[in-house]
C-alpha cells in the first residue's frame, strides 16, 4: 500500500510536506480464519497512522456485502506508524486542490486493496494449527516525564508502567512448518521522528526480519496498549531497523519453541461503547482544559456557534474468545498502558491479549490516572469528524470513561465465555 504519488504524512501535525522518498514499503495484509463448525473471521493489520471512522464504516460496510462476514469477525489494526501516508484531510492541513486529489485517490486505492486482501485470504484458507507465545522486548518506554513541579511532559520516563510482553500467535501446516506469525508489541512507531519519508518503522522491519528467518511465513503486526510510550532510543533509521530486530527476533525465538495449542471454536462480539465525555457547555468550559490547545480551540468554536458537544462518545471495543484458549481484546483509540492492569484484574491475566488502535482512532483514550496528572494524552477525541468535514474535536473524555470501557470488555469476555474470570 506504499503510494505511487507524492502525499503528505500523517502523525505529527506540524509535518505538512509530501513525502519525499520510500525507506521501506508498507503493507496491507489479512489473516482469515475459520473454526471447525464454519465459524469465519478476518484479521487485517495496516501500516497507517490509524482508521478512522469516516474510513472504517463504508469500508466495513463492503467487506460485509462482499464476504458475508458479520462486523464481529472482522477485525481493522492499525500499526500507528508515523511515517506513513496521510488519510484525514481535516483542518490542521492546508492543502492545495492537486495534493488534495492524490489523498483522495490514495484512500480510495487502500479500501479496495484491503477488500482484495481480505478476499484472497479468504479463497487461499488451508489446515493449520495455532499456538499462542508470549515473549518480551526491551525499547518500549513510557514517555509521560514529570518536571520538577509535577507537570507532565512528553520524554522518558524509566519509572512509568509500560508493556514490553510479545504476544504472538503462530500458524503453522500439518507438517509443522510456519506459515505465519501474528504478533504485537506496545510502543508507537515515532523512531524516525517528523521525516518525509514512507517507512513503516519497526513493526515493519520486525515482519520483514521474521520473513527473512522464516522463509515462506507471513508476518502481522497488532499494536497493544501504546498511548503513553516511546521507542527508546530513537531519532534514526538504524534504530528503527535495531528496535525491528530485536522485536523480530524475539519472535523466531518464540515459534521455535513449544506454544500453548490455540483451538476452536471462535467466539466473538462486538459493541460500541457509550463513552463518557467531560461536560462543556459555554465556550470558556473548554478554555478551561489546561491540555489539548486544538482541543479546546475545536470545541470553543463549537459551543460559540451553539452547536452541542456530545455527552458521550461509541468507542468499538470486540472481544475474540478461541476454545478455552486465548482471549484477544481489541480496543479503539490510542489507549495508556494502565487498561492493560485494569482488563487483567477484571477478566484476569492468564492467556488474555490485550490490543489498541484498532476499528478506529479517535485520539487518546486515557486512564483516571492520567486524567488527573494531566498531560499529552489527555487532549481529547481529535478525529471525530468525517472526510468530509475533519473539522474537530469531539470532547474530552471523563474519568469514569476507564470504568465503562473495563465493565464492557468483562460483559464480552462472559458473552464470548471465557473461563476462570474473577
Known amino acids: 500500500i506504499t503510494p505511487v504519488e507524492p502525499v503528505p504524512m500523517g502523525g505529527f ?10 525507506l521501506s514499503p508498507i503493507y496491507a495484509k489479512a489473516m482469515a480464519i475459520e473454526d471447525e463448525q464454519g465459524t469465519r473471521a478476518v484479521i487485517v493489520t495496516c501500516d497507517i497512522l490509524g482508521f ?3 474510513f472504517t464504516e463504508p469500508l466495513v460496510g463492503r467487506l460485509m456485502k462482499r464476504t458475508g462476514l458479520a462486523r464481529e469477525r472482522i477485525l481493522l489494526c492499525a500499526s500507528h506508524t508515523h511515517t506513513g501516508p496521510l488519510l484525514g484531510l481535516d483542518s490542521r492541513y492546508v492543502l492545495d486542490e492537486d495534493v488534495r486529489r492524490r489523498v483522495e485517490r490514495y484512500v480510495e486505492k487502500l479500501c479496495d486493496d484491503i477488500i482484495e486482501v481480505v478476499e484472497t485470504a ?9 499456538s499462542h507465545h508470549v515473549g518480551e522486548v ?3 518506554m513510557n514517555r509521560r516525564q514529570p518536571d520538577a513541579q509535577g507537570r507532565i511532559h512528553l520524554g522518558a520516563n524509566p519509572d512509568g508502567p509500560v508493556d514490553r510482553t510479545v504476544p504472538v500467535l503462530r500458524v503453522t501446516s500439518p507438517r509443522g512448518e510456519v506459515r505465519g506469525v501474528l504478533m504485537g508489541a506496545s510502543c508507537h512507531p515515532t523512531t524516525l521522528g517528523a ?22 511465513a507471513h508476518a502481522m503486526f497488532i499494536q497493544g496498549c501504546a498511548g503513553d510510550a516511546g521507542p527508546h532510543p530513537s531519532g534514526t533509521v538504524d534504530l528503527a531497523r535495531q528496535h525491528g530486530r530485536s522485536l523480530g527476533d524475539e519472535v523466531v525465538r518464540l515459534v521455535r519453541l513449544p506454544g500453548r495449542l490455540v483451538r476452536g471454536p471462535l467466539r466473538t462480539t462486538f459493541d460500541k461503547v457509550q463513552t463518557p465525555l467531560l461536560a462543556m457547555n459555554r465556550p470558556d468550559d473548554a478554555l478551561a482544559w489546561p491540555h489539548g490547545d486544538f482541543t479546546a480551540h475545536s470545541l470553543r468554536q463549537r459551543l460559540a456557534a451553539g ?3 456530545p455527552t458521550h462518545y461509541p468507542c468499538p471495543v470486540a ?4 476454545g478455552d484458549d486465548l482471549t484477544l481484546v481489541t480496543l479503539s483509540g490510542e489507549v495508556v498502558v494502565d487498561y492493560v492492569a485494569l482488563i487483567q484484574q477484571a477478566i484476569g491475566a492468564h492467556n488474555v491479549w490485550i490490543a489498541s488502535y484498532a476499528h478506529e482512532n479517535f485520539g487518546y483514550l486515557p486512564s483516571a490516572r ?18 468530509a468535514r475533519m473539522d474537530g474535536a469531539y470532547g474530552i473524555f471523563a474519568p469514569e470513561a476507564e470504568e465503562v470501557i473495563v465493565e464492557a470488555v468483562r460483559r464480552q469476555a462472559r458473552r464470548v465465555g471465557r473461563r476462570g474470570m474473577p
Request: aromatic content about 12%; charged content about 20%.
Open 13 to 22: 501535525a506540524g509535518r505538512h510536506a509530501v513525502f519525499g522518498e520510500v
Open 52 to 54: 478512522q471512522r469516516w
Open 122 to 130: 479468504l479463497g487461499d484458507m488451508q489446515p493449520a494449527e495455532l
Open 138 to 140: 526491551g525499547f518500549p
Open 195 to 216: 521525516v518525509h519519508a514512507i517507512c513503516a518503522d519497526y513493526p515493519g522491519y520486525a515482519q520483514a526480519r521474521i520473513e527473512e528467518a522464516l522463509p515462506g
Open 307 to 309: 452547536t452541542p458537544i
Open 319 to 322: 472481544t475474540w474468545q478461541f
Open 370 to 387: 492520567v486524567l488527573r496528572e494531566g498531560g499529552y494524552e489527555t487532549r481529547g477525541i481529535i478525529y471525530g469528524g468525517d472526510h
